[in-house]
């Protein structure tokens, strides 16, 4: 539980701002008198740094400067202007790179602060988790019956067993990422946050449903990422781009309703 230290002034910004209401007033000190969802702001709104959260990570908190926030223009190019790769360097990402992309993940708002999220990226045992897969999802093909999603995959099954660099789920991609948890929403976030986070580092990345489904689906591949029998939500292929684009890609008019 959030235990508030003795240097708290008793200015009452925490109370106002608390979501849980977990906080009040005694004798002109801010008490927690309850466990509540842990958002942190109580801490960061605090001039005097007085809430204290336990088994989190302090060593990364930062002083907030507005003026070194992206502007919205930047912004906007960069989300106009990134693309589901599918071609890709023969390159291995940077494991500080990586991690800047896992920061990003972790920093994405949850709902009720869950924070629930296992994040995996198979880089340096890419080969062995490509075979697990293909492998797996061909002995399910050989019982349809039994496995009904497996159609999807059927044609490019074939296309694989033909020419082996045909490889739809995993293209030439060096890292795929997985997210893992039970919270569709909280994943989709956090991969978007991720995917800024690449771009913003000359990396690109494609989501892809087809391997979030494979990954579920296939016996043993569950075991092999340690999901610990969690769903994985979300899935992106990831490296640096081999493909250039001059522009950005057009969209249809935004469908919005102003009332
Ligand atoms: C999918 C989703 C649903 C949320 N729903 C609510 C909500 O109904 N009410 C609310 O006060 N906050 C809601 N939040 C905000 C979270 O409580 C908040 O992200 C979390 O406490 C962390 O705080 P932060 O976003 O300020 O870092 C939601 C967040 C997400 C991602
Ligand atoms: S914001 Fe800080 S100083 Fe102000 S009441 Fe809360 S804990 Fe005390
Ligand atoms: S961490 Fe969030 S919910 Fe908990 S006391 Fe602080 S402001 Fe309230």
């Known amino acids: ?32 008198e309850r466990p509540c969802i842990e958002c942190g702001h109580c801490y960061a709104i605090c001039p005097v740094g ?3 959260i336990p088994g989190v990570d302090m060593e990364d908190v930062e002083e907030i400067n507005p003026a070194e926030f992206v502007d919205v223009k930047a912004l906007l190019h960069t989300i106009k202007g990134r693309r589901s790769v599918r071609q890709y360097q023969n390159k291995s990402i940077e494991k500080d790179k990586l991690a800047l992309l896992f920061e990003a993940g972790r920093y994405t708002a949850t709902a009720v ?16 988790f490509k075979e697990l897969i293909w492998n797996g999802l061909a002995v399910m093909a050989e019982f349809p019956e039994k496995n009904p999603d497996i159609e999807r995959y059927a044609g490019h099954l074939k296309k694989k067993a033909k020419d082996p660099a045909d490889d739809y789920l995993f293209r030439n991609a ?16 956090a991969a978007q946050n991720m995917e800024l986070a690449a771009v913003a580092q000359g990396l690109s990345v494609m989501y892809n449903g087809y391997m979030v489904r494979a990954a579920n689906m ?26 250039t684009y001059l522009k950005t890609a057009p969209r249809k008019k935004a469908d919005i309703l102003w009332k």
């Open 1 to 32: 539980m959030i235990k508030i230290n003795d240097n708290c002034t008793g200015c009452g910004l925490c109370i106002d701002d608390c979501i849980s209401e977990a906080i009040s007033m005694k004798d002109g000190r801010a008490q927690v």
């Open 50 to 52: 007085a809430p204290e």
């Open 113 to 128: 602060n869950y924070q629930d999220l296992r994040f995996i990226v198979v880089q340096e045992r890419l080969t062995e």
């Open 174 to 189: 060096p890292a795929i990422i997985f997210i893992v948890t039970d919270r569709l929403v909280d994943a989709g976030l």
């Open 218 to 243: 296939v016996p043993g591949a569950a075991e092999w990422l340690q999901t610990e029998g969690r769903p994985i939500s979300a899935c992106m292929l990831a490296g640096y781009p081999d493909v």
